[in-house]
């Protein structure tokens, strides 16, 4: 992070994995959807939450899963109440490593960006 005058300037990136066809299989956004049905227990939950459509979120999961060749959710059937899902191993693996994978790389890029881009913006002492 680096300051001038009034603003902040910090460095944002943007990581996902791809397959070799270039298909996304997992990022960000299927991070916030996979974080959101462990959170709020369900998929329909889970779409209220997040603001998006259940066929959107749906979709999303199915083309991870499809992509991965494995479940990520395991769908429990209701009573009155309706069913649920909750995250297989292999979902709740991706959590953890990509939050990691996530958090390193802004690290290492906040770095990086100290060292080259952000020494030309820092105020020096007599500027101010």
Not at 15 to 37: H, K, Y
Not at 71 to 100: D, N
Request: hydrophobic fraction near 35%.
């Amino acid at each position: 992070m680096v300051e001038n005058r009034n603003k902040t300037f910090h460095t944002r990136s943007k990581i996902w994995l791809e397959d070799s066809d270039g298909n996304v299989v997992f990022g960000l956004g299927r991070f916030r959807i996979l974080n959101a049905i462990k959170e709020q227990g369900s998929l329909h939950a889970a779409s209220k939450s997040l603001k998006m459509g259940y066929k959107a979120i749906w979709s999303r999961v199915k083309a991870t899963e499809e992509r991965l060749g494995a479940p990520l959710l395991i769908t429990q059937k209701g009573g009155a109440k309706g069913g649920g899902s909750r995250l297989t191993p292999l979902a709740e693996s991706l959590l953890k490593e990509f939050k990691t994978l996530h958090q390193t790389i802004e690290k290492i890029t906040d770095q990086k960006f100290d060292e080259t881009l952000g020494k030309h913006l820092k105020l020096n002492e007599s500027d101010k």
